[in-house]
């Protein structure tokens, strides 16, 4: 099955080898997106709230992209440092998803770097193209 790299404009180059996102069969993968900034520095310390709100901008750009909306996430995968910041999570995550939610899971883990508090990827049917 053909697939190919979605790479919005503008991404820079990851920490790690992989794409923003992939899309096969009209289904998008959205790598794990990390609160980074341009040269992957982690953005907004301490903040849960706006780490939330930049990794979800930044899966929202990937998804569209590739052509979509994020109506079309059908799953995600969120991963947070501290369960402290679980209700922030969700408070913005709601607001990206107000209608019917996607399927997800959550699970608290360290990151890759020490001072990022979550992690979401995310899958999304775009349809083919």
Known sequence: MPK?????????????PFVPGTMADGIVYVSGTLPFDKDNNVVHVGDATLQT????????SVITTAGGTMDDVTFN???????????????????????????????????VKPDALVEIASIAHVGKP
């Open 53 to 60: 709100r930049h990794v979800l901008e930044t899966i929202k």
């Open 77 to 111: 995968m969120i991963m947070i440092k501290d369960w402290a910041d679980y209700a922030k999570v969700n408070a913005v995550y709601a607001e990206y998803f107000p209608g019917v939610k996607p399927a997800r899971y959550c699970i608290q883990c360290g990151l």
């Open 4 to 16: 190919q790299a979605i790479i919005p404009p503008g991404t820079t180059t990851p920490i790690a």
